[in-house]
């Protein structure tokens, strides 16, 4: 897949899932680090629409999608999948905000820090050779 495809098709999964969870345009800019004007044409979805990211977007982008893996692996249901990130959290590190909140503050740190807290909720499950699957 060329570099270009794959921008387009990551930043066009990341925008669908900051919409499922109830992220605004301001906050999926901010936590893409995209326009506003480019996070819009992400959202429409055009077939023949395509954009070239940065390593900084790229890295946004693979922690929504990791952020999300952990919690499809947390959750079963659409609406605890979905509206984690949007439910106030009294856990360390979010301080009674939602962790949409947190992440929209635009920073990577604290984008990855987010993704490292919910990462760890994931049960592990430890293999007969006693190596650590997550």
């Known amino acids: 897949m060329p570099n ?23 906050q999926g ?3 893409l680090n ?11 979805r055009d077939p023949e629409w395509r954009v070239s990211l940065d390593d900084d977007q790229l890295t946004r982008i ?3 999608l990791n952020i999300h893996a952990a919690l499809r692996v947390l959750f079963d ?16 590190g979010f301080d009674g905000r939602s962790a949409l909140e947190v992440i929209a503050c ?3 740190g604290t984008l990855r820090e987010t993704w490292l807290r919910v990462n760890m909720e994931r049960p592990a499950v430890i293999a007969d050779e006693g190596r650590v699957t997550l």
């Open 106 to 108: 635009g920073d990577l």
């Open 62 to 64: 693979s922690y929504v």
């Open 29 to 31: 800019t901010a936590i």
């Open 77 to 92: 249901n659409p609406d605890n999948l979905y509206g984690f990130m949007s439910m106030a959290n009294d856990n360390e």
């Open 4 to 26: 270009q495809d794959r921008d387009t098709t990551g930043l066009k999964t990341a925008v669908t899932i900051l919409g499922k969870w109830g992220a605004t345009t301001d």
């Open 34 to 44: 995209v326009t506003p004007a480019t996070y819009s044409q992400a959202q429409r």
